[in-house]
């Protein structure tokens, strides 16, 4: 099973999101766990395949303890499934308590920080969203997942200059364009020249 697991994480590193998937099924045939599923499911998100995004999320929550991260990216997959986005404002409800939990154990943990910036921003929470963005940013101002984070929210709210911004200087910074690709949630930039620019293969 561990096998399996860790040849679909070097999978998902290298953008083979086909690959990752079989190798994460059959993890799952010998031993089913919260972690290979919700990898899964980041493979199936990354793919636009989101109903089966959506089950092993689903899955991911039943077999573990209530996580921030599962809850999170299981509103996610609702948010971008037909006929179940209604259900996702529930899931960011439940996934900013949890990470609030997490927060008060370590306020100066950043990965939480921005994934409670980006479900504030999912949920339309302007003030907050950018609230939790300036805190993550005091805190590593030249992290490159928080300025594509930053690009995810302005883009949220239609800000797109802004959003292409901040992913000019996240991939600057070492932010792979890949991962630019694979983001549902940057799909709206697809027509727009400077982020072709980025993605392109250089």
Do not use: C
Request: net charge neutral; no cysteine; aromatic share 10%.
């Amino acid at each position: 099973m561990h096998a399996y697991r860790n040849l679909g994480g070097v999978y998902i590193l290298t953008g083979q999101y086909a690959e990752a998937i079989a190798a994460f099924r059959q993890a799952l045939a010998i031993h089913p766990t919260a972690e290979v599923d919700s990898n899964l499911g980041i493979a199936y998100l990354y793919l636009r395949r989101f109903p089966e995004a959506v089950q092993a999320f689903e899955e991911a929550a039943r077999l573990g303890p209530l996580d921030y991260r599962v809850v999170g990216n299981l509103a996610r997959a609702y948010y971008w499934t037909a006929g179940k986005r209604a259900q996702a404002p529930e899931m960011y409800e439940q996934a900013l308590l949890l990470g609030e939990d997490q927060l008060r154990v370590n306020p100066r943990d950043t990965d939480t920080i921005f994934l409670m910036a980006t479900y504030s921003a999912m949920l339309g929470r302007r003030g907050p969203a950018l609230d939790y963005l300036r805190r993550g940013l005091r805190l590593e101002p030249s992290s490159p997942e928080l300025l594509a984070v930053a690009a995810v929210i302005h883009n949220q709210f239609g800000e797109r200059k802004a959003a292409l911004d901040y992913l000019e200087k996240a991939v600057a910074g070492g932010y792979s364009p890949v991962q630019l690709q694979v983001t549902p949630e940057l799909d709206t930039l697809r027509e727009e020249p400077r982020f072709a620019e980025l993605i392109r293969p250089k």
